[in-house]
């Protein structure tokens, strides 16, 4: 028998959860409109929304942010951001941002024109907004193993570089400012992409011209798959495989909320010096001074300290099988999820957990909702809702994809609350066809899926 994967840290704090009643969560829920993203906190058992700022810090961060330099110019915490930034990740320059997309409004503003195209191993949310509000069209070139939930491919996030070099043939190089590669897909599933094909892409760029941009959210939890996936990385520490990682780059986005470990924060970080001119000047219109971002000194202090806390082995070990641990569960009682199991979260297939609901009827969306009330745990929808419609024509867009998120926060579960998931999932499963669909009563113009509002269809 195998020695068990337990968490390498023991807890120093702890956070009562309360438990709710069925009624309780019935009426919590059409108070929501059926959507999770409307619940009170107060009203969750375990919150498996998003692993998105949803951490929890180390003793040593904590005591980091006591460290916090909060001058409003040249403060010590942003250059120990900085430094720990060169250091791990191996960008030259950096500016900081209140989270993610703060840095993604900022490269889209810099680097688009109307008329421009950028292509992306799948899109993110926010970072396609960012891309279309600069009159960009964004084009998914991911592999098609990508986008069948079934495929069990080590690396489903790969850049398919026929689709790559066929766009630009079509529109021409002049019109990509740059490709964004995300490590993992976050919408695939928390899918890696390999050593190889980020080699193979910044070929395709370097012989075009085309600028190769990282989202690297969670490039940390890709580069644990790596380790394990793929050939001559077995025996590198983490830390050495990021840094290669990112050596292929010309910069990246950063949501510190997720791999940094810690509550706030993100970055935009590259090593062209005409971009950092760029970006510093587009931070102070949106965010903050370019050496804070929107952030505190003390935000600062505790994401440089994560950043080195993040490439520790054992910890990103424990992450993975955490996360592992839930799907082989849900995987063994024949409950449909995406394969192989990813970084961040388990993907319950809505389409085929509910074959009896049209993609119209938003079965992700109602499954969230029911997972919610059977036993009180927060899941998130990953489907037709947060496709959104396209742009140009104002129809929905029906991803193939209809997925229901249970993403796991770090550090702040264990691994029995993962049996308590388990056990939840396995129930609705058992009646899967009394669980109806939804109809959409409320929807907003952009980014629907944080406020849409439903009713089920009796
Ligand atoms: N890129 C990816 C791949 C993300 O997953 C996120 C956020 C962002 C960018 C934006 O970063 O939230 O700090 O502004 N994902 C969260 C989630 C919201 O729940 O998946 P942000």
Redesign the pocket.
């Known amino acids: 028998m195998q020695r068990p994967v337990a968490e390498p840290y023991k807890i120093k704090a702890v956070e009562p959860l309360r438990m709710t009643t069925r009624e309780e969560r019935e009426r919590a829920i059409r108070e929501a409109g059926y959507n999770t993203f409307l619940l009170r906190s107060e009203d969750v058992y375990i919150d498996l ?5 949803t951490n929890a810090m180390s003793d040593r961060q904590w005591s980091a942010l006591m460290m916090g330099d909060e001058a409003y110019a040249g403060a010590r915490s942003f250059y120990r951001l900085e430094e720990a930034v060169r250091e791990i990740y191996g960008f030259k320059y950096v500016v900081p941002t ?7 409004h900022l490269i889209s503003r810099i680097l688009i024109k109307p008329g421009h195209y950028v292509p992306g191993n799948m899109y ?4 396609r907004a960012h891309q279309e509000m600069q009159g960009a069209t964004f084009v998914d070139v991911i592999i098609d193993e990508a986008h069948d939930p079934h495929s069990t491919h080590p690396f489903k996030g790969n850049v398919d570089i026929a689709k790559f070099e066929a766009l630009i043939d079509r529109v021409g190089a002049e019109n990509i400012p740059y490709i964004n590669v ?1 490590l ?4 695939a599933g928390g899918q890696p992409v390999s050593m190889a094909n980020l080699r193979a892409v910044r070929e395709v760029c370097d012989r075009h011209g085309i600028r190769m941009w990282c ?1 690297a ?2 490039a940390v939890e890709n580069a644990y798959f790596i380790k394990e996936r793929e050939e001559g990385y077995q025996h590198k520490p983490v830390r050495e495989i990021l840094k290669e990682m990112m050596s292929y780059y010309d910069g990246c ?1 950063m ?4 791999d940094c470990l810690v509550n706030i ?2 970055f935009l970080a590259m090593n062209e010096e005409w971009i950092l001119q760029k970006a510093r000047e587009q931070v102070v219109i949106f965010e903050g001074m370019p050496t804070y971002g929107g952030l505190a000194g003390r935000d600062m202090e505790a994401i440089a300290q994560g950043i080195y806390e993040m490439v520790d082995d054992a910890y990103i070990a424990h992450r993975i099988h955490q996360v592992r641990y839930l799907g082989e569960q849900l995987l063994e009682a024949g409950i449909p999820i995406v394969q192989p199991i990813g970084g ?1 979260a388990v993907f319950l297939d809505a389409k085929a957990f509910l074959p009896h609901l049209t993609q119209d009827q938003f079965p992700a969306q109602a499954l969230a909702a029911a997972l919610y009330v059977d036993s009180g745990v927060r899941a ?1 929808e990953r489907g037709i809702v947060s496709a959104g419609r396209d742009p140009k024509t104002g129809e929905n867009i029906y991803p193939k994809l209809e997925l229901v ?1 249970l ?1 796991i926060p770090r550090r702040v579960y264990t691994d029995r609350h993962m049996d308590v998931v388990a056990w939840s999932v396995k129930q609705l499963w058992q009646h899967r066809e009394s669980i109806p669909g939804l109809r959409m009563v409320y929807e907003p113009p952009t980014l629907r899926f944080f406020t849409a509002r439903f009713e089920p269809i009796r």
């Open positions: 929304l998003t692993d998105s700022g209140h989270q993610g997309r703060g840095a993604e993110f949310t926010t970072t995300a993992t897909v976050n919408m989202d959210t969670r986005t949501s510190g909320k997720k924060g993100g961040h998130m998120r993403t």
